[in-house]
């Protein structure tokens, strides 16, 4: 791995290796893709040179943001409502015309090698029941990005798990 040159015009992202060859790579699909991580998880993904799918409950609010960023635009949201204030969406733009990114929805995930789980804490359960016939027993790596939060603005918040970190369940 390689660092770009303070005065790479690339941008802030760092040159993808040439030594990796995609095929070897796993693909990817980001369970909550259109979240303020997931976005910039798969825009960071993408750049460095994996398959990567943004899912979310709908294809099409994955796809308005994947087309921003395959565009070159990145994608920048500022965060308005209960949660303004907890971060805004800034992906800069960057030429994205190697990038192997695309729209799916939730079920979508499943295709993929590696599963990341970038929703609320609270539908991180319901939503891997939903499409567990399609990754229960095949192998799948399952990274946990959810937090349980105690209280948040917009509602979500039931406090800490009785059982321990849901990472060790998986």
């Not at 979240?35 to 798969?42: K, Q």
């Not at 460095?48 to 979310?56: I, K, Q």
């Not at 969406?89 to 015309?97: E, G, K, L, N, T």
């Not at 929805?105 to 929703?119: F, Q, S």
Request: aromatic share 6%; proline share 9%.
């Amino acid at each position: 791995f390689t660092m770009a040159p303070a005065s790479s015009s690339a941008g802030p992202w760092a040159p993808r290796p040439p030594d990796r060859p995609r095929s070897k790579l796993p693909t990817i699909g980001v369970l909550g893709g259109t979240g303020r991580m997931g976005v910039h998880l798969c825009a960071a993904w993408a750049q460095a040179g994996y398959s990567v799918t943004m899912c979310s409950r709908t294809k099409a609010k994955a796809q308005a943001i994947v087309d921003s960023l395959l565009s070159g635009q990145g994608y920048q949201q500022k965060v308005t409502g209960k949660n303004a204030g907890q971060g805004d969406y800034c992906v800069p733009p960057c030429d994205a015309s190697e990038w192997k990114l695309k729209a799916g929805d939730n079920k979508d995930a499943a295709k993929a090698d590696m599963l990341v789980l970038g929703t609320m804490y609270e539908q991180a359960w319901p939503l891997l029941e939903s499409i567990k016939p399609k990754i229960q027993g095949k192998g799948k790596i399952i990274l946990d990005m959810t937090n349980p939060f105690m209280k948040r603005p917009d509602g979500y918040g039931g406090g800490l798990p009785k059982d321990g970190p849901q990472a060790g369940i998986l």
